[in-house]
């Protein structure tokens, strides 16, 4: 049973066109992560979201918290090929310590 | 934020051999880490939570005898193969835990193993 459900899994777009990710559980969860991962490193943590109805933006990178905490969207305006990469979303169930993973979405942007 | 070094990069070992990674938080006293492992194109699936100065946590279906895991210091948790087979070869990532700012986890760069 996948406890954070993430789609699409693989997403293939033009360079500049808009595309989002989601990430949605039937849990609560007291705190989300979203992650890119390169090929053959680790997970680098892009931001944090803890507070229902949540909204935090880095450059052309848009996160929300649902307002239930049960699921989170990554939106991504004007995408480009750097933006290409592994995209996780990990989130903390309310009153466990383990992050839980959804499976990814394997973003690739075109030239 | 706060900076997870792994030791090694990747290993190339022979079938029946065991392999130790090392997890080493440069600088956060970490009471707590985390061992993933993420096959080819999956997403990171847990291992197991280490405790320090306590026995590790295990997932359900890990073994406990196969995957030994010491976390002896506030900055050092190390993992070790046992008697590692072709089926094992994976990426294995490590993570310690930051209370503050949300519960955020930061992970090491992993350790590419494979087992001929």
């Known amino acids: 049973t996948q406890l954070l459900e993430q789609s699409p899994q693989f997403l293939s777009i033009q360079e500049g066109e808009n595309l989002t990710v989601y990430c949605n559980s039937s849990?609560?969860?007291?705190?989300l992560q979203w992650y890119r991962q390169e090929p053959g490193e680790g997970p680098v943590l892009l931001v944090t979201v803890v507070t229902g109805g949540e909204v935090k933006k880095l450059k052309r990178l848009t996160f929300q918290f649902g307002d239930a905490r049960k699921d989170s969207s990554l939106h991504i305006t004007a995408a480009q090929p750097g933006d290409t990469g592994l995209y996780l979303c990990?989130?903390?169930?309310?009153?466990?310590?383990?992050?839980?993973f959804g499976q990814g979405t394997r973003l690739t942007i075109n030239p | 934020g706060a900076v997870v070094s792994q030791h090694p990069s990747w290993v190339i070992c022979k079938s029946g051999t065991s392999v130790k990674i090392e997890c080493r938080s440069l600088d956060f006293q970490a009471t707590t880490m985390f061992w993933y492992r993420q096959f080819p194109k999956q997403s990171l699936m847990l291992m197991a939570t280490?405790?320090?100065?306590?026995?590790?946590?295990?997932e359900q279906g890990v073994e406990k005898d196969k995957f030994l895991i010491n976390h002896a210091s506030l900055t050092l948790s190390t993992l070790t193969v046992t008697s590692a087979h072709p089926e094992d070869s994976s990426f294995y990532i490590c993570?310690?835990?930051?209370?503050?700012?949300?519960?955020?986890?930061?992970f090491g760069p992993g350790t590419r193993l494979l087992v001929l």
């Open positions: 849990s609560v969860f007291s705190s």
């Open positions: 993570s310690h835990l930051d209370l503050k700012g949300g519960e955020t986890q930061y």
């Open positions: 280490s405790n320090e100065g306590s026995k590790a946590t295990y």
């Open positions: 990990a989130g903390i169930i309310q009153g466990a310590q383990k992050l839980v």
